[in-house]
């Protein structure tokens, strides 16, 4: 079963507008990562945030974790069309020392040139 | 190109056939991962192995699925009397021994039973 909810489903936008995807999971976590996924293709990582973190940024990406909501969103401020692309949010769990990422369903976002 | 390789990238297969996909890691990486990806949802954890023990496994993971990792580099996962619900992508990912679990994907598998 997996983990985490985004939201929107989907996503469509102008060049240059900002993006917000955000991501709800429900168990306690160590990390919180947020990756993209080009049609048809494997994952590429985009940024991590710890749970003791409350925010993070990476050029045009910014991240925010409320753990006491658990929740987190992902901002990609001056979109582009090269931006299009499906972006998953995934958990590590704290229980059990387990390896694996748990991740939601993704939003696709579109980026309309 | 130093990153994960996946072979084949595409596979069309009959029900009821065997299948298996093979998964190059990043060298230095000691973790290596399959998940399943279908359509429109996020990928979902099938096994991982450390080296070459495989040390974790989903109850995705029935028993026509086996993985296999022998010298802790390559990794193999057959699929037996493939289904038509196996149709999916197979993702690999890999990740170095460390605090991060930041996973590196392949391109994946796109495998389709008729």
């Known amino acids: 079963s997996q983990q985490g909810e985004e939201d929107p489903q989907a996503l469509s936008i102008q060049e240059g507008e900002n993006a917000t995807m955000n991501c709800s999971y429900k168990?306690?976590?160590?990390?919180l990562q947020w990756y993209r996924q080009n049609s048809g293709r494997g994952l590429v990582h985009l940024i991590l945030?710890?749970?003791?973190?409350r925010e993070k940024h990476s050029g045009r990406l910014r991240v925010t974790l409320d753990t006491s909501k658990k929740s987190s969103s992902l901002l990609i401020t001056a979109s582009r069309a090269a931006d299009t692309a499906s972006y998953f949010c995934?958990?590590?769990?704290?229980?059990?020392?387990?390896?694996?990422?748990?991740f939601g369903k993704g939003t696709k976002l579109t980026v309309n040139p | 190109d130093t990153g994960v390789s996946q072979n084949p990238r595409h596979k069309i297969t009959k029900r009821g056939q065997n299948v298996t996909f093979r998964c190059d890691p990043i060298?230095?990486?000691?973790?290596l991962y399959w998940y399943r990806q279908t359509l429109g949802q996020g990928p979902e954890f099938l096994t991982y192995f450390q080296n070459e023990a495989q040390l974790e496994k989903s109850r995705l993971l029935s028993d026509r699925f086996s993985a296999e990792r022998p010298k802790g580099s390559f990794s193999t996962l057959e699929i037996q009397r493939t289904e038509q619900g196996d149709s999916a992508m197979y993702l690999c990912?890999?990740?170095?021994?460390?605090?991060?679990?930041?996973?590196?994907f392949g391109p994946g598998t796109r495998l389709t039973v008729t």
């Open positions: 995934a958990t590590d769990l704290t229980q059990g020392g387990s390896e694996k990422l748990v």
């Open positions: 060298s230095e990486h000691n973790r």
């Open positions: 168990t306690s976590i160590n990390n």
């Open positions: 990912a890999s990740s170095p021994i460390g605090p991060k679990i930041v996973q590196y």
């Open positions: 945030i710890r749970s003791n973190e």
